[in-house]
């Protein structure tokens, strides 16, 4: 994940925010031994107990003496979200995180998080192409394409001519196939012009 500095406005940081995050994807060696509970108090300073509590609300609580290389994906995207959970943050910020999963897994992993943030109270970030669950568990939605298209609900999103000519409209926008073909202009002074793209890529989220 790159960090790119802002080139206007101002940010303004809570004192006292506590942000947890979990990556696309994690590189670990094989040579390096390391369970997951050892994965764990590395990363906070918390105790067994608590531990113990949030391995249990992401149902991980057996995996706890398992080498992390030994993990399956799902099991290692479940885990990523336990780390991030651990110091009960105020803003969760989830990279791609279900790459990788199948549909039970998707599935799943998509009701741990909402589950924490329940429980938890926090605020969620997510980028994700997933658009079926973008549009339907989401408050607000900011949809990129090399810059910002159009925000706002998913309702008035999914109603916007720049995210109809991104991702189609024969599911009304709620489950769509990704384009990455971008060539509209934002001009309020004329109308929007789109070019529909020759080849569609990536692959229709069900």
Same mark, same amino acid.
């Given at each position: ?12 940081? =809570? ?10 994807? @994690? ?8 369970? =997951?509970?050892?994965?764990? !108090? ?6 067994? !107990?608590?531990?113990?509590?949030i391995c249990l609300k ?55 998080? !909402? ?17 079926? $669950? $973008? ?5 607000? =939605? ?8 159009? #925000?706002?609900?998913?309702?008035? =999103?999914?109603?916007?001519? !720049?995210y109809r000519a991104l ?9 769509? @196939? ?14 929007? #012009? ?9 692959? #229709?989220?069900?």
């Amino acid at each position: 994940m790159a960090f790119i500095d802002a080139s206007s406005g101002t940010l303004t940081r =809570v004192a006292g925010l506590r942000v947890g995050y979990v990556s696309q994807k @994690l590189e670990l060696t094989k040579i390096l031994p390391l369970t =997951v509970r050892r994965f764990f !108090e590395i990363a906070h300073r918390v105790s067994n !107990e608590h531990i113990q509590t949030i391995c249990l609300k992401i149902s991980i609580e057996h995996l706890l003496d398992k080498q992390i290389v030994e993990l399956s994906g799902g099991q290692l995207q479940r885990v990523l979200l336990a780390r991030a959970a651990l110091n009960s943050p105020h803003l969760l910020i989830l990279d791609e995180p279900t790459q990788g999963l199948d549909q039970q897994g998707l599935a799943d992993f998509y009701c741990q998080i !909402e589950d924490l943030r329940n429980d938890m109270g926090c605020a969620v970030l997510m980028v994700s192409h997933e658009l079926h $669950v $973008v549009m339907s568990a989401s408050d607000r =939605v900011i949809c990129l394409s090399g810059h910002v298209c159009c #925000e706002g609900a998913p309702d008035v =999103v999914s109603s916007k001519p !720049e995210y109809r000519a991104l991702f189609g409209t024969g599911t009304q926008g709620t489950l769509a @196939l990704y384009r990455d073909v971008h060539d509209h202009k934002h001009d309020h002074d004329q109308e929007h #012009e789109h070019k529909s793209a020759d080849q569609q890529s990536g692959h #229709e989220h069900q």
